[in-house]
């Protein structure tokens, strides 16, 4: 059954139970599982459309090749950024069935257990590491080839199964190919007091690492959510899907002090339609971006922001769109001196020919896995001497207040008690402050290109626990409009501060053996950055910075007295049946990438009984 059209969704005469309104990584796993019961009927409504066989988001070799491209990406942009050279910066989602794991660069991650269990701390009862670990192991199958003990100690890449899924929909894997620069990499990681943690994936993530891939090793191509909850199950008869047509509002009717989302209204080919009749939830899952733009215009946020818009208040909840962060990233490269291939050398036609015959015939080959790459996650006490330690409370102390100062004052609690949080966070020495993303070539960065048949070493620095806030809110009624984003990048200094450090380690790497011994010249960051030592480095990060594309937090899972969007069981305050399912409901980053966890929260809200 499942695709259908609106006139054929009005001439249904079944009930519809759940619409989920987004199909893309929460969603589908949502819809999926709820669908698996055949007593009630789910509808997914997807603004974009069934990316099915299609070798731009199949092939893991044509990864970032979509971006940009609108049939795949909602490509934002942010507002200038006025902490970072009044940059707009490119803020790409993924459109269409699989959402943003139909775009993203494979990396399976888990967070560290305090990460998760945060969030119970935070006054949401049953969020915690356990929990979500069950759920995260549910939605995924770890494939696993035969790896040798030896490599499995040299490339950080030992298997702990009872971390893992065996039977879930979604497959992983490790890459089949090891480069000897990943070596290099973890070697010198140990040199610099950062030892291999070969398996990350059960709450401690400090450490070097090989990562798993959301990569199909048997079909050597992208599994996502489209792939794993919806495309075997076509056959549904319960699970409806409309294409191609984008929710602008939740219409509601009221239920005693409660609303009660009853339809929605959606334009599709030009022209505005609606359903009606919801039986159970409504279920928003159109990630952090657009959730609070289509909550804002259906009248649910700060009267003030939806007033200036001519939007009507239904619901007074001064948390929608706020407390937005996200992970910044900046690049160092060096050319390095190697006898081995690169990801650099598919610049050269012949190498990548091979290549495309070596994925067409076999499914091998370096289109057939995520780039070569390593990776580090790097608590702050590695990140400067104790004199840095202190100033960086002193800082954070500071910019904190100053940011407690500005947020609406029904948020102020909330976010003390986030900021607790990170205090004690930054104090651990288990708790990763930092990400070094190791690309064995040239990352694509427009601020240097590689040259053909020279080779490259990148190590990209992100910033794992934001203290700055950002915001998404609507900036016109007309629904179609993008929202405004403004990640409000290092409004508080102490981020700006502990980035310097990042890049200060990730600079030592290269001045450190065995990696030294490889690296030819440093080219970013670019010479007249680097004689000027950290105020350089500063001027360097403000002027390259870049997202790492997992934002989070504007409908925040937070009691409502602390500026929540939603409950724990993510219904929207003040309604009874609307929800939020999505990585926006998360109040605080995590430090690592974020598909998992949302794997992990599609999962977890489907089997609990909140929506039964
Ligand atoms: C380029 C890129 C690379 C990334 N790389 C990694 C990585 O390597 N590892 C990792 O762990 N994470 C990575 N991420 C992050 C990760 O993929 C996301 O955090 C996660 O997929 C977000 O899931 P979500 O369900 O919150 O939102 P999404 O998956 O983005 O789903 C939102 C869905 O809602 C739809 N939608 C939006 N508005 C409407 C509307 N009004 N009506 C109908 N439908 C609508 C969208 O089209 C989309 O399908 C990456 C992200 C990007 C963009």
Known sequence: ?????????????HEIHYVVIGGGTCGLTLAGRLSEDPNVNVLVIEAGTHHVNDPLVDVPGNRGRALANPKYDWAFSTVPQSHANNRRLFEPRGKGLGGSSMLNYFGMFRPSKDDI???????NKGWNWDSLLHYMKKSETLVEFPISESDAVTFAAKIEREYHGTNGPLKKCLPREWSQLQKTFFDTAETLGI????DTNGGHNVGAMTSLTSIDPTTGTRSYSSTAYLDPNLHRKNLLVLLDAQVTKIIFSKEGDLHKAVGV??????SL????????DCIISTGSFKTPQLLELSGIGNPSILSKFDVETLIDLPGVGENLQDHIVLSTIAEVETSEKTNDDLLDPEFLKLHKELYETKKAGLLASGPKSAFMFVPAEKLGSDR????????????????????HPALRLGLEKQYAIQRDLFASKDQAQAEILDFIGHRPDPNST???GKHYTSLGCALMHPLSRGTVHIASSDPLAPPEIDPNYFANEADLDLLVHIAEFALRMMKTSPLSDCVKEVILPKKEFLERGREGLKDYIRATCTPVFHPVGTASMLPREDGGVVD????????????VVDLSILPLEVSCHTQTVAYGIGEKVASSTCLK
């Open 1 to 13: 059954m499942p695709f259908i059209s609106p006139t054929e969704l009005k001439a249904w005469t």
């Open 117 to 123: 269990d945060a969030l119970e701390k935070l006054g």
């Open 195 to 198: 030892p291999r943690n070969p």
């Open 265 to 270: 209204e959606f334009v599709k080919d030009n």
């Open 273 to 280: 339609d609606r359903i009606t009749g919801i039986q159970k």
């Open 388 to 407: 840095d330690l202190i100033s960086w409370q002193d800082q954070m102390h500071a910019g904190c207040t100053d940011t407690l100062a500005q947020v």
């Open 450 to 452: 590689p040259v053909l």
């Open 568 to 579: 724990a069981k993510l219904k929207v305050y003040g309604t009874s049946n609307l929800r």
